[in-house]
Structure formats: structure tokens, C-alpha cells
């Protein structure tokens, strides 16, 4: 199947300017933190992205805020008690964990690397708890480099529409990268992301509504809107 990913990404970026316009808050927590000059971005986006793995980005938001105005630093996350880190990150999901990882980051970051976060993918996938997904992010959105951050949304839309058969995010980010062309790599997730959470959701997906429905083969779909 040949797929027109220039018309599939004009239209969603119509979509998304459109979405922008109707509800000027729309943003992603890594978008958010990446024109926030009040921290170091590439320690904002990391903090912010680990935290959010299986939590809502409305929660996610505020905890990494609470978190981020008390450690704008490794250095500083690192002088304190992983109890207050998880008392600050609550209610995200797994906290504790994501607490303990934090605290390792933290530590490893000052041993390492004076401090900062690296720009290259294998030394982002050896810190603990840092996958595909929050690597991609860091290098992308902090650093501006190339990388093609897949997560669930991604992974599932991509599944859905038919352009990739696939059975996790990781198998999914591989194939797009040989598909995919490299111009969209960057804007992948931050389009897709607000559409899975908008539109095209995990159950009953909004179909009568889609931008790019004349390119999606509704694959896996029993019920829609």
C-alpha cells in the first residue's frame, strides 16, 4: 500500500492548528517544558517524561511542575529524600519506582556527566528507567535532534491505520524509521499524541470526525463514532 504521508500529515497539522485555536492549552508536558526557560529543558524533558509513562499528561503536568520548582538540577534532585520525590510526584502512576529511578538519575548524571543530561541515544537507554520512548523525546524536543519518539499513540494509530503491522511500540518506531520519511520524524508523536487523546481513542474511537479517515483501514476497530 502506498501511503501519502505528505496529505496524512497536512491534514492532522491543519487539525492540531485548528485544535490550538479552539483551546490555546492544548500542549504535551514535553512541549510545555521545551519553551519553559525557567529550567534546564533537557532535565525538564526527561524529569517530565519519565514521570508520565501510564499517567494522564493532565497529571503528569502538575506533578513534574511540583517537582521541577523544587529541583531545577540532578544536583538538587539528588540532595533530597526519595520520600519527599515521591510525595511530590503523587499521584503518578508507579511513583515510587519512578522515584527510585530519579534518585539513580540523578546520581548518575553528577558522576558521569557533570550534571547534564547526554544527547546520545545509548547513554539515555543505560539511565534507569529511560526507554525508546523517553530517549527519542529527550533527543528530539531538548536537544533538536533526530529521533522518532513511538508511544502508544503512535504505536496504536499507526496499527489502526493500516500503515504497519506491529506488536509494540519498539517493533513500531523500527518500522516507521525504514517508512517513514524523515522530514515527519520529529512531528510524529506530537501529532499523534493529542489525536489518540482526542479522536482517535483506544475504544470507540471518534471515525465520523477523523481528518485522515481516507487513509486508514480502521484495522482492529469493532466500534466507532
Same mark, same amino acid.
Given at each position: 500500500?502506498?501511503?501519502?504521508?505528505?496529505?496524512?500529515?497536512? +491534514?492532522?497539522?491543519?487539525?492540531?492548528?485548528?485544535?490550538?485555536?479552539?483551546?490555546?492549552?492544548?500542549?504535551?508536558? /514535553?512541549? @510545555?517544558?521545551?519553551?519553559?526557560? +525557567?529550567?534546564?529543558?533537557?532535565? +525538564?524533558?526527561?524529569?517530565?517524561?519519565?514521570?508520565?509513562?501510564?499517567?494522564?499528561?493532565?497529571?503528569?503536568?502538575?506533578?513534574?511542575?511540583? &517537582?521541577?520548582?523544587?529541583?531545577?538540577?540532578?544536583?538538587? #534532585?539528588?540532595?533530597?529524600?526519595?520520600?519527599?520525590?515521591? %510525595?511530590?510526584?503523587?499521584? /503518578?502512576?508507579?511513583?515510587?519506582? %519512578? +522515584?527510585?529511578? &530519579?534518585?539513580?538519575?540523578?546520581?548518575?548524571?553528577?558522576?558521569?556527566?557533570?550534571?547534564?543530561?547526554?544527547?546520545?541515544?545509548?547513554?539515555?537507554?543505560? &539511565?534507569?528507567?529511560?526507554?525508546?520512548?523517553?530517549?527519542?523525546?529527550?533527543?528530539?524536543?531538548?536537544?533538536?535532534?533526530?529521533?522518532?519518539?513511538?508511544?502508544?499513540?503512535? @504505536?496504536?494509530?499507526?496499527?489502526?491505520?493500516?500503515? #504497519?503491522?506491529?506488536?509494540?511500540?519498539?517493533?513500531?518506531?523500527?518500522?516507521?524509521?525504514?517508512?517513514?520519511?524523515?522530514?515527519?520524524?520529529?512531528?510524529?508523536?506530537?501529532?499523534?499524541? &493529542?489525536?489518540?487523546?482526542?479522536?482517535?481513542?483506544?475504544?470507540?474511537?471518534?471515525?465520523?470526525?477523523?481528518?485522515?479517515?481516507?487513509?486508514?483501514?480502521?484495522?482492529?476497530?469493532?466500534?466507532?463514532?
Amino acid at each position: 500500500m502506498k501511503i501519502n504521508w505528505d496529505k496524512i500529515f497536512s +491534514a492532522l497539522e491543519k487539525w492540531r492548528d485548528d485544535v490550538s485555536i479552539t483551546d490555546p492549552s492544548v500542549t504535551t508536558v /514535553a512541549e @510545555h517544558y521545551k519553551y519553559n526557560k +525557567a529550567v534546564n529543558k533537557p532535565w +525538564a524533558v526527561l524529569v517530565s517524561t519519565i514521570i508520565s509513562l501510564r499517567t494522564k499528561d493532565e497529571v503528569t503536568l502538575v506533578a513534574s511542575e511540583r &517537582l521541577l520548582n523544587k529541583t531545577k538540577s540532578p544536583k538538587e #534532585l539528588n540532595a533530597m529524600k526519595q520520600s519527599e520525590i515521591e %510525595k511530590l510526584i503523587y499521584p /503518578a502512576g508507579f511513583y515510587r519506582n %519512578k +522515584a527510585i529511578s &530519579l534518585k539513580k538519575i540523578a546520581s548518575i548524571l553528577l558522576e558521569k556527566y557533570n550534571g547534564k543530561v547526554p544527547s546520545l541515544m545509548d547513554e539515555l537507554l543505560a &539511565l534507569p528507567g529511560v526507554g525508546r520512548k523517553t530517549a527519542n523525546l529527550v533527543l528530539t524536543e531538548a536537544y533538536d535532534l533526530e529521533g522518532l519518539c513511538v508511544d502508544i499513540h503512535v @504505536h496504536r494509530i499507526s496499527n489502526r491505520c493500516g500503515w #504497519l503491522s506491529s506488536k509494540d511500540p519498539d517493533e513500531t518506531e523500527m518500522i516507521l524509521r525504514k517508512i517513514l520519511p524523515g522530514k515527519y520524524w520529529k512531528r510524529i508523536n506530537y501529532l499523534l499524541v &493529542l489525536y489518540g487523546q482526542k479522536l482517535c481513542r483506544p475504544v470507540s474511537p471518534f471515525c465520523s470526525n477523523c481528518v485522515i479517515k481516507k487513509y486508514c483501514s480502521q484495522s482492529g476497530v469493532e466500534k466507532y463514532r
